[in-house]
Nanobody, 114 residues
Framework: LQLAESGGDLVQAGGSLKLSCTAS????????MGWYRQAPPNQRELVAK???????QYADAMKGRFIISRDIGANTLYLKRNRLSPDDATDYYC?????????WGKGTPVTVSS
């Protein structure tokens, strides 16, 4: 299973951004897919995830700020953020859970100019 993120960009504060994550390879039996972002000092924090049956979970700090969605036919997961703030500037990673295994993409950088 391979995950490839795209959509990271330099955006002005207050602007919008939509990230994409396309899954390829062995996509069977995925329990959930989600978005994480790099948080200091050296860890990744959950933004949101969707289970295989469509249940959505947002981290408490992310509720109302991000929108996660997916296109099953296109094997693609999305993350939308309106009204970006400098606090949102970091690397965003796509994650997939299958059984006890986790898979990660290489990340896509989001930069916010004030």
């Amino acid at each position: 299973l391979q995950l490839a993120e795209s959509g990271g960009d330099l955006v002005q504060a207050g602007g919008s951004l939509k990230l994409s994550c396309t899954a390829s390879g062995m996509r069977h039996s995925i329990n959930a897919m989600g978005w994480y972002r790099q948080a200091p000092p050296n860890q990744r924090e959950l933004v949101a995830k969707i289970t295989h049956d469509g249940r959505i979970q947002y981290a408490d700090a992310m509720k109302g700020r991000f929108i996660i969605s997916r296109d099953i036919g296109a094997n693609t997961l999305y993350l939308k953020r309106n009204r970006l703030s400098p606090d949102d500037a970091t690397d965003y990673y796509c994650n997939a859970e299958r059984g006890t295994s986790e898979y990660w993409g290489k990340g896509t950088p989001v930069t916010v100019s004030s």
